[in-house]
């Protein structure tokens, strides 16, 4: 069940049809199972898939731009944060991919020892 919520967020943001009641209404359905919240399980969701090169950059940093505003950013978690300001620096490099995937690794590695 988690997973389909994350993967219904991250088709939402895609999509460009997210807005403050469906990220709630998916929070609180996400809150009952898991440990941890939404917002750093999706940031790690779209880490995952652009380091394994399923999600392009663009895709992928699209996704995050997405959800912040809507998440809010005065409310939205560290992890999620972290995933957000990582792909935000390269949001003005000619050909990210590459250097964007290195610098994602690092995170999730970091996230992974933590």
């Given at each position: 069940?988690?997973?389909?919520?994350?993967?219904q967020?991250?088709?939402?943001?895609?999509?460009?049809?997210?807005d403050r009641t469906?990220l709630?209404?998916?929070?609180?359905?996400y809150?009952?199972?898991a440990?941890r919240?939404l917002l750093?399980d999706?940031a790690?969701?779209?880490?995952q898939?652009?380091?394994a090169?399923?999600?392009?950059?663009?895709?992928?940093?699209?996704?995050?731009?997405q959800?912040?505003?809507?998440?809010?950013?005065?409310?939205?978690?560290?992890?999620?944060w972290?995933?957000?300001?990582?792909?935000e620096?390269?949001?003005?490099?000619?050909?990210?991919?590459?250097?964007?995937r290195?610098?994602?690794?690092?995170?999730?590695?970091?996230?992974?020892?933590?």
């Amino acid at each position: 069940m988690a997973q389909q919520l994350i993967e219904q967020l991250f088709r939402a943001a895609v999509a460009r049809d997210l807005d403050r009641t469906e990220l709630a209404s998916l929070a609180s359905r996400y809150a009952h199972g898991a440990s941890r919240d939404l917002l750093s399980d999706f940031a790690e969701f779209v880490a995952q898939r652009f380091v394994a090169g399923e999600l392009d950059f663009l895709t992928a940093n699209g996704a995050m731009n997405q959800v912040m505003p809507v998440a809010g950013f005065e409310d939205a978690p560290q992890r999620f944060w972290e995933a957000y300001v990582a792909f935000e620096e390269f949001e003005t490099v000619a050909d990210p991919d590459e250097q964007a995937r290195l610098r994602i690794r690092k995170l999730l590695t970091g996230w992974n020892a933590a």
